[in-house]
C-alpha cells in the first residue's frame, strides 16, 4: 500500500484547511482587538449575549466539517487496508501471482533482525554505530508483508520517508502489507520509547529488483553491483 | 430547571467570622477550601518551576548533535520525570486546585463540602509528588519508562531498581487525592450552591470546573487500575508474557489518559471566558451553548482514547478516529464564545487579557494539529514523532498555561489581597509568546521529517541540528518569563500594594467579597449580592446606572 501516496494527500489537504481557520480565527481576533479596544469605542459593538439560530446554524456547520473530516479519515484508512489489521482478510483479494512476500522482523532491546521464511538468510546488526545498522532487504514492485514482532518490550517500526509506522509487540504479530514501486533504500527508526539506547535503534529497508530478492534470499548476499 | 427558580438549595448558617490563624500547623489542617486550594495552587507553582527545569536541561541536552550534558539513562528519567509530573503534579492540581478555591466563592458558598476529604486529597497529592520525585535519591535513579509507562518495558524484568516501585506509588497516591478532591468539588457545585444561584446562572468557570470534574470522576478509577496492574508486574514480571496484558494496560491506561488532558484544559477555557468578557467589558456571549458545549464535549472525552492506539494494529482505529473527530464540534463552538466576546466588546489589555487573548490562537494550533492526528493514515507517520510532542505542548504549554496564567494574574490579587506588578508581568506575557511558539513550533518540522520523540540525542547527518537550537533557544526565553513572574511574586508579596475588592471591574461573586476573601467567603460586610444571572455584578452595575 502507498502510505506516503495517501499520507501526502491527506495531510496536505488538512494542512489547508487548518491554514485557513488559523487565518480566519486570527484575523477576526486581530481585528477586534484593533476595532474594539476601549479607548475607540464608547459603547458596546452590539449587546447580545446569545443569538440561538446563529449558534445552532454554526453547530450545523461544524457538524458537518466533522462529517467531511471522519469521511477523509476513514476512506483513507480503508484505502490503506484499516492499517493492515485485517490485511489477512484482504489477502485474499489478490491474484494468485501477487500473493505478498513475507519478511519476519523481530525488534529487541536495542536493534532489529529480519528472517526471510523458506530460506536461512537472516539479517541482523547491532545498530551501535550507523555502519552495523542491519539493513531488511526486499523486492520491488511486489506486495510484501512484514510480520512485527519483538523479542522484549514493545517497540515501533517506523520508516519516515515512506510515511510508516506500526508497533511491534512481544507475543503478538502485527502485520505491514505494503509495495514498493522503486529501488531504493529508507532509513527506519524505533519510534516506541524501549529504554536506555532507544535513539540508536535505526536500521534501513533496501528494495531490489525480484530478481537480485531472489538472489539474497538464496545466498544470504545481495550480488556484487547490486541496485541501491 | 428553569432560571427564574428562586433557589437551589437550603442556605447554610455562616458562624460568626473569626481571625484565622497563620501557623503552618493552621495551613496544613485547615478546612476552609481557599486555603487547601492555595496550597495545592502553590505546591504545583513550585512543582511546574522544578520539573520545567527538567525540560530546560534536556533542551540543552538536544541543542545540538551528539552532546553529553545527560547520559541516555538520565535523559530518558528526566523526560520521564517531567511528563509525568507536568501530567499528574502540576496541570492537573492546577485544574482542580482553582476549581477548589474558585467555586465555593463563586456560587456563594461558604466553603466546599467535606472540606477534611478535601484536605485528605492535598495531602495525598504532597505525598504522591514526594513519592515520585523521590526515585532521584535512588541508585538506580528516577523512572524512566515514560510517562504512560507502557509494560512490559515498565516491568521488574526490563526495568529493575526502586524508581518505578516509587512512581508508581506516587501517581496512585497523587490520583486518589485528586480524585477525592475533584469529588468535593463537584458536590459542592452540585448542592452548595446560595440562593438564586441556579445551575444556569453559574459562572462559565464554574461550569468549566463541573464538567472538568465529571471526567476526573469517570476517569481517574481507570488509572488506579492501570498503576494496580503495574504494581502487580513489578512483584510477577511474568504476567508482561502475555500480550493480552500488555495490550490491556494501554486501553485502560489510555481510557484514562485522555480525559485526563481535558482536565488539564477545561477549567482554563473557563478562566479564559471569565476573563475575555471581563476586560471586554460585556456579558460573555453564547453562555448557554458553551455550558452545553463542555458537557457534550466531557461526555464525547470519555469514547476517544484509542486514538491513542493507532498505530498497535490493536485497536478499531475507525471507531476512535470518528469519535475524536466529532470533538471539533464542541470545540467550535466554545470558539465561537471566545471570538463573539471579542467581537462584541470595548477591550482594555492588563496582563490577564494577554494570556487569555494569547491562548485563543496558540490552543487552536493544537487543537487543529488534533484533528490530523485523529485521522490514521496522518497518524501512522506522525505518532511517536516530534510533530506529536509539539501538538500537546501547544495545547498544555502554549495553551493551557497561558490560561492558567490568565487566571493567575486576574485572581491574584483576589486571593492574595495585593497587586501584581504590570509592568514586570507583561514582560513575562512577551517573553512567554515568543518563547512558546519559538520552542514548539519547530518540533512539527522535526517530527514531519523523521525525529522520533524520547532520543537523547541524534546524529549530525540526520540534521535536526538547526530546529532543535532553536527549540533550546526558545525554551531560555520561556526560562527567563518564568523568572520574571517568580520575581513578579515576591516583589508583590515584600513591597505590598494592596488590592481593592474588585480591581477589575468583575462580574462574579467572587469580587463581591473582600480581598482576600473572609474565612466563610461573605461576611455581613460584603453579604452574597442578589443573582438573577451568570453575571450578577454586571447585572447590578446595570441597575445603578438606570436608577
Known amino acids: 500500500m502507498d502510505y506516503r501516496g495517501v499520507f501526502d494527500q491527506v495531510f496536505g489537504l488538512q494542512v489547508w484547511i487548518a491554514a485557513g481557520v488559523f487565518v480566519l480565527v486570527t484575523g477576526l481576533l486581530l481585528g477586534a482587538l484593533v476595532l474594539n479596544r476601549a479607548r475607540r469605542r464608547d459603547k458596546l459593538p452590539f449587546a447580545a449575549a446569545e443569538h440561538n439560530p446563529l449558534e445552532i446554524t454554526f453547530a450545523v456547520f461544524l457538524g458537518g466539517a466533522a462529517a467531511f473530516l471522519v469521511w477523509l479519515s476513514l476512506s483513507n484508512n480503508h484505502r490503506l487496508d484499516y492499517g493492515d489489521t485485517l490485511a489477512v482478510a484482504h489477502q ?16 529487541f532491546q536495542w536493534c532489529w533482525s529480519a528472517a526471510y521464511p523458506g530460506s536461512t538468510t537472516t539479517v541482523s546488526g547491532s545498530c551501535a554505530t550507523p555502519a552495523a545498522r542491519p539493513v531488511i532487504v526486499v523486492p520491488q514492485g511486489v506486495p510484501v508483508e512484514f510480520a512485527l514482532t519483538s523479542r522484549d518490550v514493545v517497540h515501533a517500526f517506523w520508516v519516515p520517508d515512506l510515511a510508516v509506522k506500526r508497533d511491534a ?9 505494503m509495495t514498493f514501486p522503486e529501488t531504493g533504500q529508507w532509513l527506519g527508526r524505533c519510534s516506541e520509547y524501549c529504554g536506555t539506547y532507544h535513539k540508536d535503534m535505526d536500521f534501513y529497508v533496501r528494495a531490489v529488483p525480484p530478481a537480485q530478492y531472489q538472489a539474497f534470499v538464496q545466498t544470504g548476499a545481495l550480488p556484487a553491483g547490486a541496485a541501491t | 430547571m428553569t432560571a427564574t427558580e428562586p433557589r437551589a438549595t437550603v442556605e447554610e448558617p455562616r458562624p460568626a467570622p473569626h481571625r484565622a490563624r497563620t501557623t503552618v500547623l493552621a495551613w496544613v489542617t485547615s478546612t476552609d477550601h481557599k486555603r487547601i486550594g492555595l496550597l495545592t495552587l502553590g505546591t504545583a507553582v513550585v512543582l511546574m518551576i522544578s520539573i520545567g527545569g527538567l525540560a530546560l536541561t534536556m533542551r540543552a541536552q538536544l541543542a545540538q548533535p551528539q552532546l553529553d ?6 535523559y530518558n528519567q528526566f523526560f520521564t520525570m517531567h511528563g509525568s509530573g507536568m501530567i499528574y503534579l502540576v496541570m492537573t492540581p492546577f485544574a482542580i486546585g482553582l476549581g477548589l478555591y474558585l467555586v465555593p466563592l463563586q456560587i456563594g458558598a461558604p466553603n466546599v463540602a467535606a472540606p477534611r476529604t478535601t484536605m485528605l486529597g492535598y495531602w495525598l497529592y504532597l505525598g504522591g509528588a514526594v513519592t515520585m520525585l523521590s526515585g532521584f535519591a535512588t541508585s538506580s535513579g528516577a523512572a524512566d519508562h515514560g510517562w504512560y509507562a507502557y509494560p512490559p518495558l515498565a516491568g521488574t524484568r526490563f526495568t529493575p531498581g526502586p524508581g518505578v516501585d516509587l512512581w508508581i506509588a506516587g501517581v496512585a497516591l497523587a490520583g486518589t487525592g485528586m480524585l477525592l478532591m475533584a469529588a468535593t468539588v463537584l458536590w459542592t457545585a452540585l448542592v452548595k450552591r446560595t440562593r438564586g444561584m441556579t445551575l444556569l446562572r453559574m459562572p462559565v468557570f464554574s461550569w468549566s470546573v463541573v464538567a472538568t470534574n465529571l471526567m476526573v470522576i469517570g476517569a481517574f478509577p481507570s488509572l488506579l487500575v492501570a498503576m494496580g496492574i503495574l504494581a502487580a508486574g513489578r512483584v510477577n514480571p511474568a504476567i508482561f508474557s502475555d500480550n493480552t496484558w500488555n495490550i490491556g494496560y494501554q486501553h485502560v491506561f489510555w481510557f484514562f489518559g485522555h480525559p485526563v488532558v481535558y482536565v488539564m484544559f477545561f477549567p482554563f477555557v473557563g478562566a479564559v471566558a471569565e476573563v475575555l468578557a471581563v476586560f471586554g467589558g460585556r456579558r ?5 451553548i458553551t455550558v452545553v458545549s463542555l458537557l457534550a464535549f466531557a461526555a464525547l472525552s470519555m469514547s476517544v482514547w484509542g486514538h491513542h492506539m493507532f498505530s498497535t494494529g490493536q485497536a478499531e482505529n475507525d471507531y476512535y478516529s470518528l469519535t475524536s473527530i466529532l470533538l471539533l464540534v464542541p470545540a467550535g463552538l466554545e470558539y465561537f464564545g471566545f471570538l463573539a466576546t471579542l467581537l462584541g466588546g470595548r477591550l482594555r489589555f492588563p496582563t490577564p487579557m494577554l494570556f487569555a487573548v494569547a491562548f485563543v490562537p496558540q490552543f487552536l494550533i493544537g487543537g487543529l494539529t488534533g484533528i490530523m492526528i485523529a485521522t490514521p ?11 506529536i510532542v509539539g ?11 497561558f490560561g492558567f496564567f490568565a487566571g493567575f494574574y486576574y485572581w491574584f490579587p483576589k486571593a492574595t489581597g495585593l497587586l501584581l506588578r504590570e509592568r514586570i508581568a507583561k514582560a513575562h506575557f512577551w517573553f512567554w509568546l515568543v518563547g512558546t511558539n519559538a520552542t514548539f513550533l519547530p518540533m512539527f518540522w522535526l517530527g514531519l521529517h523523521g525525529m522520533p520523540r524520547r532520543i537523547a540525542s541524534y546524529l549530525p547527518q540526520d540534521g535536526f541540528g538547526t530546529a532543535n537550537l532553536i527549540a533550546t533557544l526558545g525554551s531560555g526565553l ?16 515584600v513591597r505590598p500594594r494592596r488590592a481593592p475588592d474588585d480591581p477589575w471591574g468583575g462580574f462574579t461573586l467572587e469580587w463581591a467579597t473582600s480581598s482576600p476573601p473572609p474565612p466563610q467567603n461573605f461576611d455581613p460586610a460584603h453579604p452574597v449580592p442578589p443573582i438573577h444571572s451568570y453575571a450578577p455584578l454586571l447585572d447590578l452595575r446595570a441597575g445603578e446606572g438606570r436608577a
Do not use: E, M
Request: overall charge negative; proline content about 5%; hydrophobic content about 45%.
Open chain 2, 69 to 74: 550534558v545527560l547520559s541516555p539513562d538520565r
Open chain 2, 391 to 401: 501538538h500537546w505542548h501547544y495545547t498544555l504549554a502554549a495553551g493551557s498555561l
Open chain 2, 377 to 387: 493514515a496522518v497518524d501512522y507517520q506522525v505518532t511517536d514523532s516530534y510533530f
Open chain 2, 284 to 288: 460573555y456571549f453564547g453562555y448557554k
Open chain 2, 478 to 493: 520561556l526560562a527567563i518569563g518564568t523568572v520574571l513572574f517568580v520575581v513578579d511574586v515576591v516583589v508583590s508579596i
Open chain 1, 169 to 177: 509487540y512481544p507475543d503478538h504479530v502485527n502485520t505491514l502489507l
Open chain 1, 92 to 107: 485474499t483479494g489478490l491474484a494468485p501471482g501477487r500473493q505478498p512476500v513475507r519478511v519476519d522482523v523481530t525488534a
